[in-house]
């Protein structure tokens, strides 16, 4: 069976074919957790003034163009108006005024 990257996760591997200082030291990739896009990621090994290690890491897109996001897709039909709020509020409205009369009318 072939790993599968699940969304949220990835892998660096050593860049072997690193050739200058501005090349990564670490190459690899994941899939976005919130788009499910294929991205291709990079690091960059470094040291902070204390001399503690750290690396640097950059994300990229592997294919052109911006992911579909499932949350993002509309339906053709679809309208930014809100009429349904109304239709499901009137009713709603209804009985809590119908709670509010029969409560008023044990308290009595």
Not at 74 to 96: M, N, R, T, W
Request: charged share 25%; net charge neutral.
């Amino acid at each position: 069976m072939a790993y599968e990257t699940r969304p949220g996760q990835g892998a660096l591997f050593v860049n072997d074919k690193k050739q200058s200082e501005k090349h990564p030291d670490r190459k690899g990739n994941m899939v976005c957790p919130c788009c499910k896009a294929d991205l291709w990621l990079s690091g960059w090994l470094k040291k902070s003034a204390a001399g503690k290690a750290w690396m640097s890491l950059e994300a990229q897109q592997k294919t052109a163009g911006e992911p579909v996001r499932e949350a993002d897709t509309k339906p053709a039909d679809y309208s930014d108006d809100i009429p349904f709020a109304f239709a499901f509020l009137a009713p709603l409205a209804g009985l809590l005024a119908a709670g509010v009369y029969a409560q008023n009318l044990l308290q009595v």
